[in-house]
C-alpha cells in the first residue's frame, strides 16, 4: 500500500458495521427537470478529478448540474448507528435543559446545494461535580474547528463515582443514547455567499502546479481534516462522530468500566470483548479526525487512572501504527483491543482492590512480581474470550527485538 | 421497452466504512432514482463483488478500508470481465499529490477527495454517471 493513503480515512465504524450488507431500494424522485444547455459539468468545484475510465460517461454538453437541486432536508431527531459506546452513561455531563431551542432548517429553494451559513445553538454540558466539562461549538466556519474542552488535569473529570460500579447486566439494559452531543445546525442560507464560491473546471490531467505539489507520502495524512464533508452530513440531518473530547471521554468511562468489571464471574463477561472493539473503534475515529489528539491526551494525562490513560495512549499510537501495514495477520480493532487490555493484568495484581493507577502499585519495574502482569492479563484476555491473535498480542507485549524481553525471552521470527 | 429500460433504476455500490458518509452519498444519490447497496468493509465489498448478483452501473470506493484495501477492491473489479468498464468513483481522505492524482485516473473514472467535498462538485459527478 503506498503510504500517503495510510491514515487518512475516516474510521466510525461500529459494531454493527461487521454485521450487515444493506440494501435499499428507494422510491423514485419527483421528475428531473431537463438539463440546461450549456457545459456547465466542469465547473463543478476543485474537489473531483475526472478519469478517462469505463462507462462512457456523459459529455459536459449532454447534462448539466444544474438540472437537478438538492435541498438539505430537515435534520431527524435522531440518527447514526449503535455504537457500544454509547450505552455508557455519561456521569456529570448533562445537557443544559435551557438550552435555545434548535431551529428547523430554512429552505431556500434558489439554493439548492451549499448553504451558505451555517451556526449552531450552544451546547453547555454543566458539571455535576467539581470539574467542568464545557463544550462550546465555535461560531460560523467553513472548516468547523475542534470544540474547546476542559477537562481536569487530575483527570477525574466525569469518571464513575466511588461506590457506584456499572456492572454488565445494568449496561445491557441501557438504551442506545444520540451518540452526537452536537446539535443539528441552524442554518440560514444566502444566495450572495453560495456566489461567492467560484466554481473551477476539471481537469483529467493535473495542473503544473499540482504535479509540483509535495508528495502526499511527505504530507502529514492529518493535514486535511474532513470537517465540511462532516458540516454537509450535519445539513442532511446524518449523524457525524463526535467531537474528539466527548470520544475521549467516552472511551475514558468506557474504559474504566470494562476494567472494573472484568474481574467478574465468567458468565457476566461475554460483553466485555464488544465493549473492547467499541472503544477502538472510537478511537479509530478520532485518529482519523483529529490531528491533535496526541497533543490532547498528552496535555490531558491524567495523574490519577495512569493504567486507563497508559491504556488509551497505546492502543491509539498501535492502531495508527497498525494502519500503515497492509498485509495484518489481524484487523486494527484487535491491535486495538490488545493495546487495551494488555496491561489489564495489574488490576488483579494490586492489593487495595481494584486500582486504575495499575502499575504504580508495584515500584521496582523489573522485579518477578511486576512481570507478572503479562500472564494475568493474558489470563483475563482469555476469560472474556477474546480473539487468539489477541491474546497472544497480550501475551508477548513485553517482548523485545534483542530477545531480552519478559517472561519468555521471546525472539522476533526471522524476517 | 426502450422506456422502461429508461425508467430502471441505477445501481450504485458504495464501498465506504464511515456510516456518516454512507449515508450522506446514499441520499444525494438516491435524489436520482437509483438503487444503492451500502458496504461498510473491504471484506463484504469483495464478496459482494464476486456474488455477482448485481451489476453496477456506478461504484464508490474508499481507499482505507478495513481488512481489504480499495486498491484490491479495484483490482478485483478490474480484473473481471464483467466489471472491468464499471465507472469507480475513489472517495478518500487521502491528500494526493498532481502525480498520484494522475496514475489513478488511469484506472478510475473520477477522484473525489473528502477535504475539498462540495454538494456542487458531487452533483455534478453525479449528473454525469447517473
Known amino acids: ?415 | 421497452m426502450e422506456g422502461k429500460n429508461l425508467m430502471e433504476a441505477k445501481k450504485v455500490l458504495i464501498v465506504e466504512d464511515d456510516k456518516s458518509l454512507q449515508q450522506l452519498i446514499k441520499k444525494l444519490v438516491e435524489l436520482r432514482n437509483a438503487t444503492v447497496t451500502i458496504v461498510g468493509s473491504g471484506k463484504d465489498a469483495n464478496h459482494i463483488l464476486k456474488e455477482q448478483k448485481n451489476r453496477y452501473d456506478l461504484v464508490f470506493l474508499d481507499l482505507i478500508l478495513p481488512e481489504v484495501t480499495g486498491w484490491d477492491i479495484l483490482e478485483t473489479l478490474r480484473a473481471n470481465p464483467k466489471t472491468k468498464d464499471t465507472p469507480v468513483v475513489i472517495f478518500t481522505g487521502a491528500i494526493l499529490s498532481g502525480k498520484e492524482q494522475a496514475k489513478m485516473l488511469t484506472k478510475v473514472s473520477a477522484i473525489v477527495e473528502k477535504s475539498k467535498f462540495t454538494l456542487e462538485a458531487f452533483n455534478a459527478l453525479l449528473d454525469r454517471w447517473l
Open chain 1, 1 to 415: 500500500m503506498p503510504c500517503w493513503i495510510v491514515g487518512c480515512r475516516l474510521q466510525t465504524m461500529r459494531l454493527s458495521d461487521h454485521t450487515n450488507i444493506k440494501k435499499t431500494v428507494v422510491a423514485p424522485p419527483p421528475a428531473r427537470p431537463p438539463a440546461a444547455p450549456g457545459a456547465q459539468l466542469l465547473r463543478a468545484g476543485n474537489a473531483i478529478r475526472y478519469g478517462g475510465i469505463a462507462g462512457g460517461p456523459a459529455t459536459a454538453a449532454q447534462k448539466a448540474p444544474g438540472a437537478v437541486k438538492i435541498t438539505p432536508p430537515a435534520p431527524s431527531a435522531k440518527s447514526g448507528g449503535f455504537s457500544m459506546s454509547a450505552l455508557i452513561k455519561k456521569k456529570n455531563i448533562t445537557q443544559a435543559r435551557d438550552a435555545p431551542p434548535v431551529k428547523p432548517i430554512e429552505q431556500e429553494p434558489a439554493v439548492a446545494e451549499m448553504p451558505a451559513k451555517v451556526t449552531y445553538a450552544p451546547v453547555i454540558y454543566t458539571p455535576q461535580k467539581t470539574v467542568p466539562v464545557t463544550v462550546t461549538p465555535p461560531p460560523v466556519s467553513p472548516n468547523r474547528p475542534k470544540p474547546t474542552a476542559e477537562i481536569g488535569r487530575d483527570g477525574t473529570g466525569a469518571q464513575t463515582p466511588p461506590g457506584k460500579t456499572l456492572r454488565l447486566p445494568d449496561l445491557m439494559t441501557k438504551k442506545s443514547v444520540s451518540p452526537s452531543p452536537v446539535p443539528p445546525p441552524n442554518i440560514s442560507a444566502k444566495k450572495e455567499a453560495v456566489a461567492e464560491a467560484p466554481p473551477r473546471i476539471m481537469e483529467s490531467t493535473p495542473s503544473p502546479t499540482q504535479a509540483d505539489a509535495p508528495a502526499a507520502a511527505n504530507a502529514s495524512h492529518y493535514d486535511k481534516a474532513p470537517a465540511g464533508i462532516y458540516e454537509i452530513c450535519r445539513q442532511f440531518g446524518i449523524a457525524v462522530p463526535e467531537d474528539s473530547t466527548a470520544l475521549i471521554e467516552q472511551a475514558r468511562a468506557c474504559l474504566v468500566t470494562v476494567f472494573e468489571n472484568i474481574l467478574l464471574p465468567a458468565s457476566e463477561q461475554y460483553m466485555i470483548w464488544p465493549m473492547i472493539k467499541s472503544i477502538a473503534s472510537d478511537l479509530d475515529g478520532i485518529i482519523a479526525t483529529d490531528a491533535t489528539v496526541l497533543n490532547f491526551l498528552h496535555r490531558y494525562r491524567a495523574k490519577k487512572e495512569k493504567l486507563v490513560w497508559h491504556s488509551l495512549y497505546t492502543a491509539i499510537l498501535a492502531m495508527d501504527l497498525a494502519k500503515n501495514e497492509k498485509n495484518l495477520s489481524c484487523s486494527v480493532y484487535e491491535i486495538g483491543g490488545a493495546a487495551l487490555l494488555h496491561d489489564a493484568g495489574f488490576l488483579i495484581q494490586t492489593t487495595n482492590g481494584f486500582d486504575t493507577n495499575g502499575f504504580d502499585n508495584i515500584a521496582d519495574k523489573k522485579s518477578p512480581e511486576f512481570h507478572k502482569h503479562v500472564g494475568k492479563s493474558t489470563e483475563l484476555a482469555r476469560r472474556i474470550e477474546a480473539p487468539d491473535a489477541v491474546v497472544t498480542m497480550i501475551a508477548q507485549h513485553q517482548g523485545r527485538l534483542d530477545g531480552q524481553g519478559y517472561p519468555k525471552n521471546l525472539s522476533p521470527p526471522p524476517v
